[in-house]
């Protein structure tokens, strides 16, 4: 089970950080994810690290201003965003997959409820 937190409104050029408890037996055996879903829009990929944290990778949009992060002693998967814009807006999901091209796809079975992200003034 995943689940997410920290989604809320804030202004254009503001910050949020995003957190995902995954309750998952071997945590480490996961590469994680963010997908967000915006209205009239398909879902797209955000941003991927890898089981031990070397190896990310990011939408080229988001490239720059959000940062993936993960605390395997907490089972806890983190998205920094910064330099929010209104196009950021959206429903963000975590994911998870032990096969790393699974994931980047969103071809998981693995995904939280998601939370909400509202870049507004």
């Known amino acids: 089970q995943l689940v997410e937190s920290g989604g809320g409104l804030v202004q254009p050029g503001g910050s949020l950080r995003l957190s995902c408890v995954a309750s998952?037996?071997?945590?480490?055996?996961?590469?994680m994810g963010w997908f967000r879903h915006a209205p009239g829009k398909e879902r797209e990929f955000v941003a991927a690290i890898d089981w031990n944290g070397y190896n990310d990778h990011y939408e080229p949009t988001v490239k720059g201003r959000f940062f993936i992060s993960r605390d395997n002693a907490k089972n806890m998967v983190y998205l920094q965003m910064n330099n929010l814009k209104p196009e950021d807006t959206a429903i963000y999901y975590c994911?998870?997959?032990?096969?790393?091209?699974?994931?980047?796809?969103?071809?998981?079975?693995?995904w939280g409820q998601g939370t909400q992200v509202t870049v507004s003034s």
């Open positions: 998952i037996p071997t945590f480490t055996d996961y590469n």
């Open positions: 994911a998870g997959d032990s096969n790393w091209g699974r994931l980047v796809a969103g071809l998981t079975d693995y």
